[in-house]
Every structure is written in C-alpha cells, then in structure tokens.
C-alpha cells in the first residue's frame, strides 16, 4: 500500500506492504538505523520512537497504521539548525540537551538501548515530566538496560528535566 | 522480516463489518501489541488477512449512559488512565490499566484488544468480571450484548462469531460498589501476571466507614482471578464464603481457603502451580483484610 506519513519533520511516501513493522520500514526502507531492534516483541523497548506524541515499539505498529502520522527518531532529535543535511539523520557532535546529558553522566554505555531510551525520555518530558525519580522509572520501564543499572540514565534525565538538580542521585 | 500477510484499514464501522464479513476470515489489529507479537514470533497459524481497526473512530471514546459506563474497544490503557470518568466509575480498571507494559505497550494496547486476544492473563478481564461488564458486539447482522461471564468461551477462544467485533465494554454503575485489584509479576513493569485479581461487593450496615472499610457485611461479591485457569474465572467457592458476611479474619481464612481448592492453577514459565494458588489465595486474604481494616 502506499503510505505517506513525517519522519523527524521530512515527508516520506512509500509503496510498502501494510502490515510491514514501522522498524523495517525506518530500518530498512529508509536506511534510518538509529532505532534498533532488541526482542522485536514489545519487551525491551530498543525500537522506541514517538508515533505523533506518544512513545510506542515501533516493532509493534504495522505502517498501515501510520499513514498520515508523524514519527520522531533517535535521528530527529538533535536540533534541525545544527544538523548536516544528510536526508534524514543529524550529524556526529551535534547533540540536543537530552544526549548531552547521557553522555556526560555516564548514561549511553554500550548504546544498544540508548536511542530508544533517549526517545522514552524525550516523550516524558515534552508530557512536562519532573525530575522526580519515581516517575523517571516509571517513563522508562519499558526499555531494558544492561549496562547501566538505570541509576546514570535517570539521572541523566533528571538533569534534563530541571538543571538545578544536577547534584542529586537522580 | 516478520510475516506481512494482506491487511485493509477501513475508516467506518460499516465498511469493517462488510471487511469481516468477507472470506476468508479476518483477524482484526486494533494497537497491535498482541498480534504483531504473534506475526513476529511465528506463534499459531497467521491469519490469511488483517483488518486494522484503528481508523474507525465509531470505536473510540468513553462516555456515560444513565446506567452504565461505556469504553469503547479501541479506548487504550493511557486514555483509560487518563479519564476521569474511569476513575470515579471504575478505579480498579485504571489499576490494571496501569500495571500492562509500560508506556510503549500502555499507548497502543486497548480494552478491546485485551477482549479479544482472550489470554487467561490479560490483565483488565478480572475486573471486568468483577463489574459484571456486558462486551457489546456488532456485525453487519447488528449488534448484540455478551456478559462477560460468557464471553470467554475456552484458553483464547471468544463467543464472537468470525463477522462480529467488540464495540465497546458497558460497565453498569452500581451504588456503593467497591472494588480491588492487584496483580503479581515478576516485576511491577512489562510483566505477564503470575496471578491477577480483582474483587468487588457492596457494603451493608452501618459499621460500613468511608470506602466501605469497617465490618459491614458483603452483598454481590465477585471474586475473580487471571492466569490460574485456560480463561479469567470467577471463584465462586470463595464468592459464595463471602456472600453476606462482613470482612473479618475468620470470613478471610475461609475465603483463602475455598479459592486455593476451587482453582487449579498449571505450571508454565511464569510460575508454577503450587505458587499461583498459594499467592492467590494470600492476596485474597490480604485484600480482604485491607477492606476490613483489621
């Protein structure tokens, strides 16, 4: 079917098979590889975007479901007026506040959670989430971390969240 | 690549009656969380087509008749979280609500969805059952009204016929109902229940405090469970110890006790047999102990 639908502010339109997982269709289809996939069956959260203004599996969300609809990636979020102009993706070293802060903290270790991390956080805090730890946890419960123990990447968000708590644990 | 078999998006409920009425037959995809996990893993035979319900609106919304709290089936577990009206109807349902997934699975899976797919744990059916919910079904025949006693007709088998699909779930409004809700997991996100309960009972006499707490005595009790049986259940044996008496600690031992020899839990990868029906039973007492205030 043909689909046409926004990803990181671009219009995309593709003939593809409906029931095709919105992971492929960025992974493949668009060549956009900064959303991994982890268990591919809504467990582990790896393949995070933001479908519209919610952050959704997007190993779970047939394209056909898509069509018409706006799509944000690991890709999108580094601010569009310090990215390259490659056709989708940003550029190595130009970062948004929330990647800033996971680096700094120690919070992207291996990365193999990181983008769909960056993405559960991202849709916490454009919702007016609060660097309040509880909540943090329970924005990010569905992505899995092996690395980390968590403690850095909610502590990265926090930091995000209000600049002033940069001393806390998180 | 997982498998992509054919899939149409119809925009109106007549067009998707007119979709599942037509062979072969369709699986309907609301959120997905179920299904793309199912086309993913290669569980069951894939249906030969899908109709993605998402786009008919005629399934959304949650409103209030003069009796009854009406969810739509596409309502998902966010806007069941979110709304107001849940809340003061049907606080239990936020609950479960909030124990499904996180916020990826949360966003996407529906009430209509958690119906459909008739898994022995999905989390919102003992609540459900518990409220006495009536799952409203249509077709291009019309429509029809299910009580969800009868709704789950075997381990993931539904009473609907292959044309019809859920429309929406009536919850009738009961004065003074109370209900409860508590799930065990492995943890407290993204887990499939081990055990997963919900009771409901209103409360008479005068002992009765604020939120029926106190030793007034119980009347239409439900007590219904997940994941100890191929079905969410009603545990009648436990009802019936319930039915009339008043939330003491003697009510709760034989309510426990009735509920751990009514139910035979199996053994699986999420737990086994023996520690379903030791659990249930406990969170039994335990809620039953909470209401009691003692």
């Known amino acids: 079917m043909n689909v046409r639908f926004l990803v990181n502010g ?11 997982r919105l992971l492929d269709v960025l992974r493949e289809d668009l060549g956009l590889s900064g959303t991994k996939e982890g268990c591919g069956e809504g467990e582990c959260g790896a393949c995070s975007v933001i479908l519209d203004s919610a952050v959704v599996d997007a190993c779970l969300v047939p394209i056909c479901q898509v069509d018409g609809h706006t799509v944000r990636t690991v890709e999108g979020l580094a601010p569009a007026a310090a990215r390259g102009r490659t056709r989708h993706g940003a550029e190595v070293g130009s970062l948004d506040d929330l990647q800033q802060a996971f680096l700094e903290t120690g919070g992207a270790q291996c990365g193999i959670c990181t983008p769909g991390m960056l993405m559960a956080a991202r849709a916490y805090l454009d919702d007016g989430g609060a660097a309040d730890e509880e909540a943090i946890r329970t924005a990010i419960a569905g992505n899995l971390c092996r690395c980390t123990g968590y403690t850095k990447i909610v502590e990265a968000i926090a930091r995000v969240a209000n600049p002033g708590s940069m001393g806390d644990r998180g | 690549m997982a498998v992509e078999p054919p899939v149409e998006s119809p925009r109106t409920l007549a067009e998707a009656f007119e979709l599942m009425a037509t062979e072969p ?19 069951g035979e894939p249906p030969e087509r899908l109709v993605d319900l998402w786009r008919v609106d005629g399934l959304r919304g949650i409103s209030l008749e003069p009796r009854a709290l009406s969810i739509g089936a596409l309502t998902t577990y966010t806007q069941l979280r979110r709304s107001a009206l849940v809340a003061e109807v049907a606080p239990a349902l936020v609950e479960a609500a909030a124990t499904i997934g996180a916020a990826q699975i949360q966003n996407r899976g529906t009430v209509g969805g958690n119906l459909g797919n008739a898994s022995p744990a999905g989390d919102t059916l003992p609540v459900l059952l518990a409220l006495d919910a009536e799952v409203v079904a249509g077709s291009a025949r019309g429509e029809r009204s299910i009580p969800i006693g009868s709704f789950f007709a075997g381990y993931r088998r539904t009473a609907l016929t292959p044309d019809e699909l859920i429309l929406r779930v009536r919850i009738p409004i009961v004065p003074g109902r109370e209900a409860r809700f508590r799930k065990v997991g492995t943890r407290r996100a993204q887990a499939i229940s081990k055990v ?20 007034g005595s119980w009347r239409g ?27 003491t600690p003697e009510t709760a031992d034989r309510a426990a006790e009735a509920l751990a020899a009514q139910i035979s839990p199996i053994d699986d990868v999420r737990s086994t047999a023996g520690y379903r029906r030791l659990v249930a039973a406990r969170v039994l007492h335990r809620l039953i102990r909470d209401a009691g205030a003692w």
């Open chain 1, 10 to 20: 671009e219009p995309v339109e593709l003939d593809v098979p409906g029931m095709r």
């Open chain 2, 25 to 43: 037959p369709a699986r309907p995809i609301a959120g997905g969380t179920d299904v793309m996990v199912q086309l993913a893993g290669e569980i």
């Open chain 2, 196 to 215: 997963v309960l919900a009771v409901a009972w209103r409360a008479d006499g005068s002992a009765a405090g604020a939120g029926g707490a106190g030793g």
């Open chain 2, 221 to 247: 009790v439900r007590v219904a469970l997940g994941s100890v049986a191929p079905t969410p259940i009603r545990a009648s044996a436990a009802e019936a110890v319930l039915e009339g008496a008043s939330p």
